[in-house]
Structures are given as structure tokens and as C-alpha cells.
């Protein structure tokens, strides 16, 4: 069965997230993303799995979906073109902080779990070595590899996978505060991390610079914090509707079973190119090295993103292909489109009126993005939004590339207006 995942979210307990990331809430977008298996995220915050637990009951072998009394007035505030059967899975993300080596490491791990029993043995270590209640997302002074074996240790089958992870902060490469390597993190568990996540300011085409990762499955996921976000980055599959379908599609990293991954443009991601924020400085991995890292405006230290580390790391040129690598496709979320097109915000209620249009007439928003021809999105919506889907899927964009936790500034026509 071929179906889409996006297994990294957060919960209303988690800082900075919308209260709008109810189950109830995600069930609904997830149908009008075009998703079929989303993540529960925050699984050890213990409200949010008491909610889990209320308001979840088994589907398919170790997925969930929501029970009927609580998803029963869903249907009406989805598009019948979108309507679909949505699944849960069970995830979290912990923020290991720690010393190892020598330095202070700061990794983001997300966790997939194939059952509540495993979660609860998963909670209750947790719970041992910090307060799991104060955020969706626990900040733990645990290092990584102790977190994979308390894992592996709650079921074989639990999976671990570095998030993010080139995020210069918080991630297993990051320049402030990862490793050089996986094996630096993980140690003798390394065989057991089968993936990781790319990030939003990274993509395959950049991890597979390094033939370390040779090995690994690049997922991607959208790391939502609130329901749009949902689907600005996910998985392909074509296997089993099952955890254990996911689980060892993404082990095996086989192209048959794990189709591939929907992308940002990685250039928009917060942390693509070098730079200092506060004097606006954006600098390219060559202009780093010519300034010593140093902000040509104020002299202090610029925060090194993605290109930068990946290029520090690769052992492969920045043109090579790897003929078994994972197919991709890069997209710009359907929103941040019509903003553009139609010359206005993009949380606008103009934006919002065109995009309920576009997909109570065509389906969802992913099957619009990549699939839909583009004579029936202009018989739709315009000729000027069907030409902006064209651009997209043909790679036509113009990117300023975000730095220092500055989004990118995408751009597909040079001069947009009102949508004609």
C-alpha cells in the first residue's frame, strides 16, 4: 500500500506549539495534507500520553486511530475530496544535553514506539532522570547512546532516530554542539540507527555528500508545531499499513518499500547558510572561511548552518550522485504559494478562502502540489497559480537563503501580484 507519514509533530504541551495540536485537530489535516500516518509526538509528557491512551484505540498492527466519539465531527470540516482513513503513531523527541569528550553536546533524538507498554517502560527510565512534565519536548542531561538503550531496552523495536540533524544547536551534526560522526555519538549502538532526519535547511541530495551515511535512510518530516505545518516535509511508503511496515521499510532503506521523501527547498530552512542575524549578514560556506567566522559588520562569531558543516564533513563532491540513492522531490507548501500569487499575507483570509477552494475542488494538498495536471489546477483557482505549481515542480524558484534562524525568502515569479 502506498501511503504518506509524517512521524515528527508536537503536542500542545510542547513550548512554542499551537493548542490547535489536538489529535482531533491533526486527524483533520492530516486528510486535507493528503497524510495517512501521523506522528502523536510528546508521548512522554504524562498528560499528553493520558490523552494518548483516552483517546486512541488499535487499528493496524501496533497504529492507532482516533475513537469514534471523539472523531465524529471531523467529517464535516473535511472536503469530501480529501476524506481518508488517518493513522497514528506513536513518537516523541527528547533533547539529550550533556558532556561527552570533552564538550557540552546538544542532541534532538526522535523516538517511534510500537505500543503504549513500550512507552510507559520508556517513560518510567525517563522519569528517573528528569521532569518529564514541564515540557512536551523533556530536556534531559542524558547522552544520546544511554537513550537508544533504554529504548532498545523497552521493546527491540522502538526506534531512535537523530533529529534534525544538522541543526547547528540542537542536532547529532550540528556545528555548536553535535559529533563529527555517528559512531562518536552512539558508540557500539551505532548499528542500531537505521535513519535520520534531514531538517528543513538540509536534504538527501546534501547528506549524501558523506559515504558515511551510505548506510542510512534519510527521513523527513515537518516537525510541526502547529496543524498547517503539517506535511512541509514527509515520507513516502509503499508496504504494509504497520509499524512494523514502517519500521522495516525504514531499517532496510529499500527503495521498493520506502518510495522516498517530500522536501523544502532546503535553501528556506532556518539554518541553511552562515551569518549573523542581528546585523543581517548572510554568508555562504566560502564567505565564512575568507572572514575567519567572524561577521564582517560587528567582528563576533557567526552561527556555521548546514552548508557549511555538510561541506566540513562530506567526502564527496557537491555535484556527485549515488545511482542507489532514494528519489526526493522538493516542494513549496501550497499557503506560502497562493500568498505569493495573490500579492498578500499568507495566514490572510484570502489565502485561506483559495486554498479551501483549491482543495474541496481537487483533493489534497500534496496530490495538488505533485500530482494534479496543471490545466485543472488553472481551471480551479487561475492561470497565474497554475503556472506558480509549474515553476515549483520544475525546481524554477528564486531562494535568499535563511541563516542564523532566519527562514529563506522564497521567491517563483520575480514580480507576483493579485492572482489573474
Not at 230 to 244: G, K, M, P, V
Not at 315 to 328: G, L, M, V, Y
Request: glycine share 6%; proline share 4%.
Amino acid at each position: 500500500m502506498r501511503f504518506i507519514a509524517d512521524l515528527h509533530v508536537h503536542s500542545p504541551y510542547s513550548r512554542a506549539t499551537s493548542k490547535e495540536m489536538e489529535l482531533a485537530s491533526l486527524c483533520k489535516w492530516a486528510q486535507i495534507k493528503g497524510i495517512t500516518v501521523v506522528g502523536t509526538g510528546d508521548f512522554t509528557h504524562p498528560k499528553w500520553f493520558s490523552n494518548l491512551r483516552e483517546k486512541l484505540e488499535d487499528a493496524e498492527t501496533s497504529l492507532f486511530r482516533l475513537k469514534p466519539e471523539y472523531s465524529s465531527g471531523i467529517d464535516d470540516e473535511v472536503p469530501l475530496s480529501c476524506r481518508s482513513d488517518v493513522r497514528f503513531i506513536l513518537s516523541a523527541e527528547i533533547s539529550c544535553i550533556y558532556s561527552k569528550n570533552g564538550k557540552t553536546r546538544k542532541v534532538h533524538n526522535l523516538l517511534l514506539a510500537p505500543s503504549f507498554e513500550a512507552v510507559q517502560r520508556v517513560n518510567e527510565a525517563l522519569s528517573k532522570i528528569g521532569n518529564l512534565k514541564a515540557d512536551g519536548r523533556p530536556i534531559l542531561g542524558l547522552d544520546s547512546k544511554v537513550l537508544l538503550r533504554i529504548a532498545l531496552d523497552a521493546s527491540p523495536d522502538v526506534m531512535l532516530i537523530p533529529a534534525h540533524a544538522w541543526t547547528p544547536h540542537f542536532s547529532v551534526f550540528g556545528s555548536k554542539s553535535g559529533f563529527d560522526t555517528l559512531e562518536e555519538c552512539f558508540e557500539e549502538l551505532t548499528p542500531h540507527v537505521y535513519a535520520i532526519e534531514t531538517g528543513l535547511s538540509s536534504d538527501p541530495q546534501m547528506n549524501r555528500r558523506l559515504s558515511a551515511l551510505d548506510r542510512i535512510t534519510l527521513i523527513s518530516n515537518s516537525d510541526a508545531h502547529s496543524p498547517k505545518k503539517l506535511a512541509r516535509e514527509a515520507n513516502i511508503f509503499d508496504t504494509e499499513l504497520s509499524y512494523q511496515g514502517i519500521y522495516n521499510a525504514i531499517r532496510k532503506g529499500d527503495r521498493s518499500e520506502f518510495i522516498g521523501t517530500i522536501e523544502f527547498f532546503p535553501e528556506e530552512g532556518k539554518y541553511h547558510y552562515d551569518g549573523h542575524r542581528s546585523c543581517k549578514q548572510r554568508m555562504t560556506p566560502s564567505e565564512t572561511r575568507l572572514n575567519n567566522g567572524l561577521c564582517p559588520k560587528c567582528g563576533d562569531r557567526v552561527t556555521v548552518g548546514v552548508m557549511s558543516r555538510v561541506d566540513t564533513l562530506a567526502d564527496r563532491k557537491e555535484d556527485s550522485t549515488q545511482a542507489a540513492a532514494i528519489p526526493f522531490k522538493r516542494t513549496i507548501p501550497l499557503h506560502e504559494i497562493i500568498s505569493e500569487v495573490c500579492g498578500v499575507g499568507v495566514n490572510s483570509k484570502t489565502v485561506e478562502n483559495i486554498y479551501d477552494k483549491l482543495t474541496a475542488a481537487l483533493g489534497s494538498e500534496l496530490s495538488i502540489l505533485s500530482d494534479v495536471s496543471i490545466s485543472d489546477i488553472s481551471d480551479s483557482g487561475s492561470p497565474m497559480l497554475a503556472e506558480a505549481v509549474r515553476r515549483v515542480r520544475r525546481g524554477e524558484v528564486h531562494i535568499e537563503a535563511g541563516y542564523d534562524g532566519e527562514f529563506g525568502t522564497v521567491r517563483i515569479f520575480e514580480n507576483a501580484g493579485r492572482m489573474k
